[in-house]
């Protein structure tokens, strides 16, 4: 099994919310996991383009079933989420979840190295309803974004040039927190 955390616009630190890729472990509202956090273990602030995974701290569970090797978890940037978002809309008539986006943006990139015979199961945990708006204001953005030839650089940082300081990812960051 794969799980995927949100590589947000890269993994350093305040920009991500992959936590087994720069996290360590520590405890965050009462619960001991792998945690987004300095030397000091105080807590990280996170970013990612979904608010449901724009969080510092990942379900024990998770911690357990990686830890024991069940899992193997990697990460998708916020541009990969927006683009697997677009895709599974397009040619399925789908609108994931931006969380659910992630796991699309894994699968579009690992399927081409897969067997034709393999099968590939996918568990959509959400709606892209509720997204639509988020989707539409970072998507917009996606060609300039390739142009420039940086994927993983800030579609947030895009935001800011066109909708000023107040769109900036520090304003959202502080709108969006939510475990
Ligand atoms: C659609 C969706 N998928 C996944 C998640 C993340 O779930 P979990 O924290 O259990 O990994 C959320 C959290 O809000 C969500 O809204």
């Given at each position: 099994?794969v799980?995927?955390?949100a ?10 919310a992959?936590?087994?890729?720069g ?8 619960t ?7 030397d ?18 990942v379900?024990?569970?998770h911690?357990r ?14 541009a ?11 040619l ?15 699968v ?9 015979e ?20 970072f998507c917009?953005?996606?060609p ?5 030839g ?9 935001c800011?040039?066109r909708?000023?300081p ?12 939510r475990?």
């Amino acid at each position: 099994m794969v799980g995927v955390e949100a590589g947000g616009e890269g993994i350093v630190p305040g920009h991500h919310a992959a936590r087994f890729q720069g996290g360590r472990l520590g405890v965050l509202q009462g619960t001991r996991t792998y945690v987004l956090a300095d030397d000091d273990g105080q807590i990280l602030l996170t970013h990612s383009v979904s608010a449901g995974l724009d969080y510092a701290a990942v379900g024990p569970e998770h911690a357990r079933l990686r830890d024991r090797g069940r899992v193997q978890y990697v990460a998708a940037d916020d541009a990969a989420a927006l683009r697997a978002f677009r895709t599974l809309a397009e040619l399925e008539g789908i609108l994931p979840a931006l969380e659910s986006a992630h796991v699309i943006a894994h699968v579009i990139e690992a399927a081409p190295r897969m067997g034709r015979e393999e099968i590939v199961l996918v568990n959509l945990s959400g709606r892209g309803d509720k997204d639509v708006d988020q989707a539409t204001r970072f998507c917009e953005l996606l060609p300039a974004l390739a142009a420039r030839g940086d994927d993983a650089d800030a579609a947030g940082a895009l935001c800011a040039e066109r909708d000023g300081p107040a769109a900036s990812s520090g304003a959202k960051r502080g709108a969006d927190h939510r475990p």
